[in-house]
């Protein structure tokens, strides 16, 4: 019976001292194990070797570029959006008009970068082209230049974007 007494005392011995060891190991990537004093368990503190979370990478944004061409003549439309430069916008704008049957009356009456281009169209004044930051604010600039002209008849007929585009 002792000899029973003895080796359970033995085993119990073995698997407290086990689980103290593990205990101590169990600290996360760049912390230690840390006993304040020998009567109270371990905690974790800051190693030597920590690890920082990497620096965040500035913003990098790449500016876009859109533009609105006319045939007023034929009241043709040609329209360019998201380009990278404002000689891509006009050119591609001018070529669209053409495209679509107008002449060499087309020519570009609005271009925008980072912002957004509205056509407000009346038939008795012809037309207007602002560009601002938000179509909302493009198209009531527009709005109102037509109705100070007198127009009653004003409407937009078209309204785009062209918006930084982030490349990091």
């Not at 011995?13 to 103290?20: F, K, R, S, V, Y």
């Not at 002449?103 to 009346?122: A, E, F, H, R, W």
Request: charged residues 15%; proline residues 8%; neutral net charge.
């Amino acid at each position: 019976m002792k000899a029973l007494v003895f080796v359970i005392g033995i085993q119990c011995a073995i698997l407290l001292h086990c689980i103290e060891a593990h205990a101590e190991g169990g600290c996360p990537p760049g912390m230690v194990p840390f006993q304040f004093a020998p009567n109270q368990p371990p905690s974790c503190m800051p190693g030597g070797a920590q690890s920082q979370a990497p620096s965040a990478l500035p913003e990098i944004w790449s500016d876009r570029f859109g533009a609105i061409a006319m045939d007023p003549t034929r009241g043709i439309l040609g329209t360019a959006n998201d380009m990278r430069s404002e000689r891509a916008a006009r050119d591609t704008a001018l070529a669209d008009c053409g495209a679509k049957g107008g002449g060499p009356q087309c020519k570009v009456y609005q271009t925008y970068k980072n912002g957004c281009g509205v056509l407000i169209d009346s038939s008795s004044n012809g037309f207007y082209t602002p560009a601002a930051a938000t179509p909302e604010i493009a198209k009531a600039v527009g709005m109102e230049a037509c109705i100070k002209a007198g127009d009653k008849d004003c409407r937009a007929a078209y309204s785009a974007c062209s918006f930084p585009v982030r490349i990091q």
